[in-house]
């Protein structure tokens, strides 16, 4: 009985919850994140674990790869973990204990006024590093935590281990996007125009000047927003502000500076020089449209403007896919798709994501995809969500790297608009072998000349760079080609892409990427 209550009291020790008196601002350094030799595991599988005041805490975000959902919602700033048992499994790296330097700074922890909700409750959480970290013991709602003093582990066992079916939550089936974005209230503003003059309800609150040039004040006031006055008085600045999302307006210069969370995004200039008439500060209706996000119509006959503003939820679910050098996020809106986008831009390489989107029709939604190249090694990647120039969501997310198993290869591909590939040989596009060459096989037709480069690199495991130890030319005969793509460099991970001369329109031609495969040589 003795030694229960002793095992009962160890654990308590271990996972009670982390509190700090007194006042704390956002963003303070409240504590330091320290490496641990504690192991901790869910449901078996290790995961990342660091010791903040000696408990034992994980990434509330890694749980995703353990059979949990985790929702970051950055209007409310609320991050809600539920357990998802049909999650697919993918356990993180975890250093070897030989390599872990016990009590070794990792990093600050940040206090934070971000709500994290664990199955409903609201649980104790730290920033570290722009992550949220959560105690492993806040996990038991879901089953049993077990800390062993003697052969330093911390395990979870859930209730119901997750099976890997599926990476779709339970209560929303209808897509996997990793953003959705809902429609939650709408405002809609009817302006009457008399005499060169709108007017809202009775209450003057703009003119005519070539365009319809509305009080920055009244748009405010009517959509939410606080306003407030600095800068000079020959050079005024109005800072209007709604949740994350603010943006500050130059009466002078006409520029416009967007921020979220304090932090700023972009400076753009706006369309039309603002007016400022007797300490009233009048934008555009264009301006209007991209600073906050708004929908008009104008009545031809009367000049009446009708104005329509749409507040939204965003829920980031974290599902990102990567295939290769290929990373893609798909997101989706329940409203008007024509001003809402969803940008990535990888900042490692300098490099904007490709867009597309459909509407589904299951769903009703319209559904948005962006994809970017990453860099061999680690990418760091910023993700914006926009509705016109209103900043819905802006995320920067680390230590992003390749797939290269999940590579894919179109056996069938059109590249530009008159060149056509079959490959035959190989069928995937990741390889292992033991031998130090591969068969290529297949056929082009419409390339500018008879034959295509094929270049090969190396992964360099130091640098975890590709360098080029080959180059090889393949004839192409009769729209067919047929080689051997030889290494000769050992075992490690081989880049194959094959590139030719292909035409455009208008006369112009490139070369162009025809494929691109990833070979393991091993023993």
Not at 287 to 316: I, M, P
Request: charged share 25%; net charge negative; with cysteine.
């Amino acid at each position: 009985m003795n030694m229960k209550i002793l095992m009962m009291l160890l654990l308590c020790l271990c996972i009670s919850p982390l509190t700090y008196a007194g006042q704390v601002s956002v963003g303070a350094v409240v504590d330091q994140v320290l490496e641990t030799d504690i192991e901790a595991t869910i449901d078996g599988f290790p995961i990342p674990s660091m010791n903040i005041s000696g408990y034992t805490v994980v990434v509330a975000e890694d749980l995703r790869n353990y059979g949990f959902d985790v929702v970051w919602n950055p209007v409310e700033k609320t991050l809600i973990v539920t357990r998802n048992n049909k999650r697919n499994i993918k356990p993180l790296a975890v250093n070897k204990s030989e390599k872990i330097v016990v009590g070794k700074k990792l990093g600050d922890v940040l206090y934070t006024d971000i709500k994290t909700y664990i199955d409903g409750e609201n649980v104790q959480a730290y920033n570290i590093d722009g992550s949220t970290a959560i105690l492993v013991s806040d996990l038991a709602v879901w089953g049993d935590v077990q800390w062993n003093p003697n052969a330093r582990t911390i395990r979870f066992t859930s209730n119901v281990p997750a099976s890997g079916e599926t990476t779709v939550a339970e209560d929303d089936k209808t897509d996997n996007c990793a953003i959705k974005i809902e429609k939650i209230a709408t405002v809609n503003l009817d302006l009457n125009f008399e005499d060169q003059k709108y007017y809202f309800e009775g209450e003057e609150v703009g003119f005519n000047n070539q365009f319809a040039m509305i009080s920055l004040e009244f748009l405010a006031r009517k959509l939410g927003y606080n306003i407030t006055e600095g800068g000079t008085k020959n050079e005024p600045v109005f800072t209007i502000q709604k949740d994350n999302y603010s943006f500050k307006v130059n009466g002078k210069t006409s520029k416009v500076q967007r921020y979220f969370s304090g932090l700023l995004y972009q400076t753009d200039d706006l369309d039309i020089k603002p007016i400022e008439k007797k300490g009233v500060l009048y934008i555009s209706d264009l301006d209007a449209d991209f600073v906050f996000g708004l929908r008009k119509a104008w009545d031809e006959q009367t000049g009446n403007l009708h104005l329509t503003y749409s507040d939204y939820t965003v829920k980031d679910y974290g599902i990102y896919e990567i295939m290769g050098e290929q990373f893609t996020i798909h997101s989706s809106i329940d409203d008007d798709p024509s001003a809402y986008n969803c940008f990535v831009y990888n900042k490692t390489l300098d490099l904007h994501s490709n867009m597309s989107g459909h509407s589904d029709m299951e769903t009703g939604k319209f559904v948005h995809q962006a994809s970017v190249m990453l860099a061999s090694g680690h990418n760091e990647l910023e993700m914006t969500v926009v509705y016109d120039g209103r900043i819905l969501m802006l995320k920067t997310i680390k230590n992003i790297t390749p797939d290269y198993e999940l590579n894919s290869l179109n056996l069938e591909n059109m590249i530009g608009p008159f060149t056509w590939i079959k490959i035959s040989k190989p069928l995937q596009g990741y390889v292992e072998t033991a031998e130090s060459e591969i068969p290529l096989l297949g056929e082009l037709t419409g390339a500018d000349n008879n034959y295509m480069r094929v270049e090969i690199k190396k992964l360099d495991e130091t640098s975890q760079q590709f360098v080029e130890i080959n180059s090889q030319s393949i004839e192409i005969k009769d729209t067919q080609f047929d080689a051997i793509i030889k290494f000769g460099e050992g075992v490690g991970l081989y880049k194959v892409s094959g590139y030719a001369l292909v035409p455009y329109r208008y006369g112009q031609s490139g070369e162009a990427e025809l494929f691109k495969v990833f070979v393991r040589c091993i023993e």
